[in-house]
């Protein structure tokens, strides 16, 4: 067993957010920390010790999810005000808001190259966004319940989903099709992630279980019932060898998927933990909860580099590939009996001299760019929109006119450019902007109904057919 000195320690933790924690993402070079809260704002903190944090204003309700970009130029959010957000990580904390969900939106994920986002939401749909164009592709309609999440495989070919209808659904991005289905008859999964190599996923149940399974062979390979309340959040460490799972019993714990078993159990949050995140090499995890703090843990894990994993990652075809043997943790399922001993970590119990925990903090008030909904794209800057537009472009997108250091130029200058309240535009011009904005709204609402409901018409449609011809085959047998 590990001595205590390679134990995980908190290393630090961060007081700043006025409500319950839902959602935390390390930068890709781990230097930043970005959190989500109840409260309605994004934070965004320096690891560094002394930095200031900053609070980005913009959101109308519960912010319910938040991730960096594989490049770290972007933060998207996720919130209860039926909105998702881009923002610039930057002191200025310019944001475009892409409005298309009816119903509050619960998960946001990138695919790994950059290129898209998917977005889930308690309208029953995932939608997949293109970040290049800023544009909205396509809608996935299956589930019956709200979606809770969704997220794209490493190399970007699926997309698995979880929803309170007690389903966990496997997409194929290719042809926007339901590949795959896992049900349970108990409860649903709050959160659900692929491994590294994307051969597996990880569940965390309303029912207090962790589950893995092989999306391959279609089979369940480990349960593990090791928390006494509902698993509200999963992480796997970049090698793919342990999860750590968050849950609404107060605790973390970290499963060695290597052995199958339980080998830490981490009580530092005060409540329910909502939340938890490796960084992208896997030295370092932060969780949150309803305590309101960050907590910023120290791991005794290998540190890997992320680029080479997600390399290694990209180029795997494992969807056709039939399983190797270190793909499957452990070789036969393997329910969690908690017959091995386990390390307990309570850093309440000791005395540590932890870094300053209430960083100095700047508002940052939130400059709309772009208001994107499923058809259309409103310019707030009309005359200024390719500077707007590329300034969230992605740089690994980007033609050699269009480079970084072209890009930082013209949003230099682009800080400079009057503010809302400056701007002489004439009220009712103002006025009449506002009421076509809302009209959109609901047209977009409108358009995603009647797509939600020509999916249900094909569904009925394809059962009565089915139906038509079992009768046709049993009277042709009777004759």
């Not at 594989?70 to 957000?85: H, K």
């Not at 749909?125 to 495989?153: D, E, G």
């Not at 029912?207 to 092989?214: A, L, M, R, S, Y």
């Not at 230099?412 to 309240?421: F, G, R, T």
Request: aromatic share 8%; hydrophobic share 35%; proline share 4%.
């Amino acid at each position: 067993m590990a001595s205590a000195l390679e134990d995980p320690a908190l290393e630090r933790y961060f007081k700043g957010h006025k409500a319950a924690i839902t959602s935390v993402d390390f930068s890709p070079n781990g230097k930043q920390l970005a959190t989500a809260s109840w409260d309605t704002f994004l934070m965004l903190w320096n690891c560094k010790p002394q930095a200031r944090a900053f609070r980005y204003v913009g959101h109308k309700d519960v912010v319910t999810s938040v991730q960096f970009s594989p490049l770290g130029n972007l933060l998207a959010s996720a919130s209860r005000d039926r909105t998702v957000r881009l923002w610039i990580p930057d002191k200025r904390g310019k944001s475009s808001e892409f409005k298309a969900h009816t119903a509050p939106v619960r998960s946001v994920d990138f695919s790994a190259d950059g290129q898209f986002l998917a977005t889930a939401s308690e309208d029953k749909s995932i939608k997949v966004w293109n970040m290049y164009r800023q544009r909205f592709l396509y809608s996935l309609y299956r589930h019956t319940h709200w979606v809770r999440c969704a997220k794209f495989s490493p190399d970007g070919r699926l997309i698995v989903s979880c929803s309170e209808d007690k389903t966990i659904k496997i997409w194929d991005t290719t042809n926007k099709q339901c590949v795959n289905n896992f049900s349970d008859s108990v409860g649903f999964a709050n959160f659900v992630d692929f491994n590294p190599n994307g051969t597996c996923i990880a569940s965390a149940g309303s029912d207090h279980t962790v589950k893995i399974w092989d999306i391959r062979v279609n089979k369940l390979l480990q349960h593990y019932q090791v928390h006494s309340g509902g698993v509200n959040c999963v992480s796997f460490h970049p090698s793919g060898n342990y999860l750590i799972t968050a849950s609404s019993d107060g605790t973390l714990k970290i499963l060695d998927l290597l052995e199958g078993r339980l080998i830490y159990t981490l009580q530092g949050h005060t409540g329910p933990v909502f939340t938890v995140s490796f960084s992208k090499g896997g030295e370092l995890f932060s969780s949150g909860g309803a305590d309101m703090q960050v907590l910023l843990w120290r791991t005794n894990f290998d540190d890997l580099n992320c680029k080479d994993m997600m390399k290694r990652n990209l180029k795997r075809l494992h969807f056709d590939a039939s399983p190797h043997l270190v793909d499957i943790y452990p070789r036969t399922p393997h329910p969690h009996e908690g017959k091995i001993e386990t390390v307990e970590i309570n850093p309440k119990l000791e005395v540590i001299d932890l870094q300053n925990s209430s960083p100095p903090v700047v508002d940052v008030l939130s400059f709309d760019s772009t208001t994107t909904t499923d058809t259309t794209t409103v310019r707030t800057l009309a005359d200024k929109s390719e500077e707007i537009s590329g300034y969230f472009l992605n740089p690994s997108l980007l033609s050699s006119e269009c480079s970084p250091t072209s890009l930082k130029k013209k949003t230099e200058d682009m800080s400079d450019l009057p503010s809302e309240s400056q701007r002489s535009i004439p009220l009712a011009v103002t006025d009449a902007l506002e009421h076509i904005m809302e009209q959109l709204s609901v047209l977009t609402q409108t358009v995603s109904i009647l797509e939600q409901r020509l999916t249900l018409t094909e569904d009925k449609l394809k059962d009565c057919l089915e139906n038509q011809q079992r009768l046709f085959n049993v009277i042709q047998q009777k004759s």
